[in-house]
């Protein structure tokens, strides 16, 4: 499967243990053949806010997600 993977890094340039699973979280859209995160930010609660697409079969789609400041997947974001 295709996904995104974020990385989060301490200002030394090491990865930070406290996010996801050794500094890294994927999130998996499905599976389709061409995804891509395009932007990223922070909002004033911690929370990384992505945006990019997913395409499968040839249908391209828009793709959000928002993770939790330790790199879960935030339940309360919804499509």
């Known amino acids: 499967n295709y996904q995104w993977s974020v990385f989060r ?18 999130i998996v859209f499905g599976g389709g053949s061409n995804e891509a995160c395009h932007d990223a930010t922070i909002d004033a609660s911690g929370r990384i ?19 939790l400041p ?7 974001f919804s499509d």
């Open 9 to 26: 890094f301490l200002a030394n340039g090491t990865l930070d243990s406290s996010f996801g699973i050794g500094g890294r979280t994927n």
């Open 49 to 67: 806010l992505l945006a990019g697409r997913t395409s499968d079969y040839g249908s391209l789609s828009a793709a959000f997600a928002r993770l």
């Open 70 to 76: 330790d790199g879960g997947l935030d339940p309360t």
